[in-house]
């Protein structure tokens, strides 16, 4: 998926959950951290054997499970600790890997 399309779901999804619209500000901090870490869970997810199509194809659920685990969206206080923990123990040790883990072990989420 091409940067400029990532970037624009995740900013409407992140202006859906927080009670504005288009024309909401952005965040560009919160963007900027959802999207690296999206496309670091993305590549282990590729690279421990799941489809990439299958992987894009659900990803609007595994975005609800990355960033939206209590429905609401994760702060950008928490997104710069997730990104620290996998820089220091890898993408699989850190917390957004292990939650998508726990999703698929529960059937919660179907990859």
Known sequence: MDDRT???????RLASSIGGGDNL???PNILFKQVTLEKKIEAALVNDGYPRERVLEKRHAI???L???RGT???ERTLTQHL???E??????GVP???IGRAVENHDLLL
Not at 6 to 12: M, P
Not at 88 to 93: D, L, M, P
């Open 6 to 12: 990532r970037l624009r779901e995740l900013q409407a």
């Open 25 to 27: 500000p952005v965040f």
């Open 63 to 65: 975005r609800g499970f």
């Open 67 to 69: 960033f939206y685990p």
């Open 73 to 75: 969206a994760l702060t």
């Open 84 to 86: 620290e923990q996998i």
């Open 88 to 93: 220091r123990n890898g993408t699989r040790a």
């Open 97 to 99: 890997y292990r939650r």
